[in-house]
């Protein structure tokens, strides 16, 4: 309430914005999703676009779109035979699959130089017998093992670098090196029966990984889960028999015959087929104990999407799927969870990065993964890709990166080009404000917030002393402005020249820069708003569509303290047309005038250190001819002027002393430390 009795109804906050369609058109949206894109359509008098929650700031913005950078003519295509797998341990070395598939290079994260990890040297690749010069070797030559090729990748919580290896039809996989022990590998065979060809794997929490196989039918995708042994997890699977039973070759003389039992192992979790949850999965992401994100495309239509896996207490899965991710002019290539630091941002925050067969860019997901539901939001800030080779995305020390370069390849962080496009307009209707006075003359709107240059704010508002009066009213603004309830066009805000209100705008909005970035407070005078309701349709626009108007927060102030009829006589109101000019005239000027009487009536706040601003504290210290010690607190500097006269009081005594000594050195000093010495406990 300022000086005049009049009263301010605000919004402010996500939950308060959110509100911003109820009660129009009968339709009422959740307080926090209707910005979301997760709830039906909005009323008939909206337009099909909304404005969008900065949650950073928390403020209201044009909603952002994604930027699609276009392909130049010397990038190829990534196919997904060009990706070799990649992973980094705790301290950032890198270990990736050669171009050649037969070697494993490492970069260490201390040279930034790559060089080979397996197989090693000369020296470490000198064959054992030779060594040993044994007596007794082969009369004829010996077949040399078929040649190993690697397939995928992956490094495990517990620092083992487990790598699946493929030697022909003979054997299959997994190579596990111990990255703190060091030594040769121990070598992990997978039996012969179910087709192995892993595309991509993925950590396990609790140690081991998770295999996407493609296995040897084209059309068959499985999920295997390997603890931290490279025992394959086989809860709520199928099995498979790899040997049958078959009678022993020694069989008792007498009694039942004996036979071998039949060799199974587990069949997998089939992604595919007939009842399975993925079109064609190509990379797997795992975000925690029990849940497995894999990267989907349709090799139809190209379109691709992200699904999402979730073990349930007994053992049996279930999925959820992302919407398709239309805004990927290209299919998904590979995809990593990591973090990133977006501009503006002080800390990094975690995203979902997914690159596309063109790999110039990156598009960024906020992951929505809750029992509810799980669903990918986002993926509007530019992450461009320089020379990126389609090998590998991957998570160093928590960090989002890349491999770039044809020849020598350096891992990049990903990082966020600050560069934004926006939508060129988006509407809002505001809930209906209500001032518990019939016939009340409504008197401005202040918008909090930022309007940069070539971006505006149109508001039209409409007012009635019944809420009915609200929702059947005309709906067009060319409406006549005497229709009940029709909406009527006000002008456009003006930023005031006194700053802003919210303290929190004021470091922002410095006399310097305030006219230039539009960072303050904008304030519309109501022109013909009465009634006991009112609500507000609230327009942003944008010229060129790269900067977005941003509002903070909005008050609407009612009644209006009218001075025609405070201090004019009633002469100056006789004509209906002349006397609304002049009232609509004084206003501009009761509002400086109001503004300044405010400031007069709490400056008695100032004198208060119990009330005063922080800042004011040292003003109040120099009226007592007093410096404050810079390593004071708040709390002590109020403490200290609040009783500074019991202070100076006892100054010279051994009570003052204390107090002097309290002040510089007792971390819970409070106002008892002040009683005079024959009161205190």
């Known amino acids: 309430m300022n000086v005049n009795g009049s009263r301010f109804d605000l919004l402010l906050g996500r939950a308060d914005w959110g509100r911003c369609l109820d009660g129009d058109g009968g339709r009422a949206r959740s307080a926090a999703s209707w910005w979301d894109g997760a709830v039906a359509s909005p009323p008939v008098e909206l337009p099909p676009r909304l404005p969008a929650w900065d949650a950073h700031r928390g403020e209201l913005t044009l909603p952002p779109l994604a930027i699609e950078l276009p392909g130049t003519p010397g990038e190829a295509r990534l196919e997904l035979e060009a990706r070799r797998g990649a992973a980094a341990d705790r301290h950032g070395n890198v270990y990736r699959i050669g171009p050649d598939r037969r070697t494993l290079h490492v970069t260490s994260s201390g040279t930034r130089r790559e060089t080979p990890f397996w197989p090693a040297g000369p020296e470490g690749c000198e064959d054992e017998r030779e060594r040993a010069r044994l007596d007794f070797r082969p009369v004829g030559e010996e077949v040399p093992p078929p040649p190993e090729s690697y397939l995928a990748l992956a490094v495990t919580c517990d620092d083992y670098l487990v790598v699946a290896f493929s030697a022909g039809e003979a054997e299959r996989g997994f190579l596990s090196f111990d990255l703190v022990a060091g030594g040769p590998p121990v070598r992990t065979v997978w039996p012969a029966a179910p087709g192995f060809a892993p595309i991509d794997m993925a950590a396990r929490e609790g140690g081991g990984v998770w295999v996407l196989d493609r296995t040897e039918r084209a059309d068959s995708r499985l999920l295997w889960e390997l603890d931290r042994r490279l025992a394959v997890v ?15 070759d020694f069989q008792p003389v007498s009694g039942a015959p004996r036979e071998r039992p039949a060799v199974t192992f587990p069949g997998g979790i089939e992604l595919t087929g007939p009842g399975g949850w993925t079109v064609e999965p190509v990379a797997v992401e795992a975000m925690g104990k029990r849940t497995v994100l894999l990267l989907d495309r349709d090799p139809v239509d190209g379109r691709s999407r992200v699904v999402r896996l979730r073990r349930g207490r007994g053992g049996g899965w279930s999925a959820d799927a992302s919407r398709w991710l239309d805004e990927l002019a290209d299919p998904a290539h590979d995809f990593v969870w990591a973090a990133a630091r977006l501009y503006g941002h002080e800390e990094r925050v975690e995203r979902l990065f997914v690159t596309t067969s063109r790999g110039n860019q990156a598009r960024a997901y906020a992951v929505t993964d809750a029992a509810a539901g799980f669903e990918l939001t986002g993926a509007t800030e530019l992450f461009p890709l320089r020379l990126y080779g389609g090998r590998a995305l991957l998570s160093i020390r928590g960090a989002a990166s890349y491999d770039s370069g044809t020849g020598a390849v350096a891992w990049t962080p990903i990082v966020h080009q600050p560069r934004t496009r926006f939508a060129q307009a988006a509407e809002l209707v505001t809930p209906v ?14 918008l909090d917030g930022c309007v940069p240059p070539d971006t505006w704010v149109e508001i039209h508002s409409r007012a009635g002393d019944e809420r009915a009066d609200l929702l059947e009213g005309a709906a067009s603004p060319a409406e006549a402005p ?3 309830g029709a909406w009527v066009p006000e002008p456009r805000p003006h930023l005031r020249a006194n700053g802003p209100e919210l303290p929190w705008l004021r470091a922002e909005a410095a006399p310097a820069t305030r006219r230039e970035a539009g960072v303050g407070t904008w304030e519309v005078l109501l022109q013909s708003a009465r009634g006991r309701y009112l609500q507000l349709r609230i327009r942003l626009a944008s010229g060129s569509g790269t900067a977005t108007p941003r509002l903070r927060a909005l ?10 009829h405070r201090f004019l006589p009633a002469v100056y109101r006789e004509d209906p047309a002349s006397g609304s000019l002049l009232e609509r005239w004084l206003a501009n000027c009761e509002s400086t005038l109001t503004w300044i009487e405010d400031r007069v009536v709490n400056a008695e706040t100032l004198f208060d250190p119990r009330a005063a601003p922080a800042e004011a504290l040292a003003w109040l210290a120099e009226w007592l001819d007093v410096a404050f010690d810079p390593a004071w607190d708040e709390r002590r500097r109020r403490l200290f002027v609040e009783h500074a006269m019991e202070f100076f009081r006892w100054r010279g005594t051994v009570h003052g002393l204390q107090l002097a000594l309290g002040l510089a050195f007792d971390r819970c000093i409070g106002r008892s430390a ?7 406990r």
Request: aromatic share 12%.
């Open 482 to 484: 005497q229709v009940v």
């Open 433 to 446: 404000f209500d001032s518990r006075e019939p016939g009340t003359t409504w008197d401005r709107l202040l």
């Open 674 to 680: 002040f009683d005079p010495p024959g009161k205190r």
């Open 234 to 248: 086989s809860r709520a699977q199928p099995s498979i028999t790899i040997d049958a039973a078959e009678a022993d």
């Open 555 to 564: 008050r609407v102030w009612s009644p209006r303290f009218s001075y025609p």
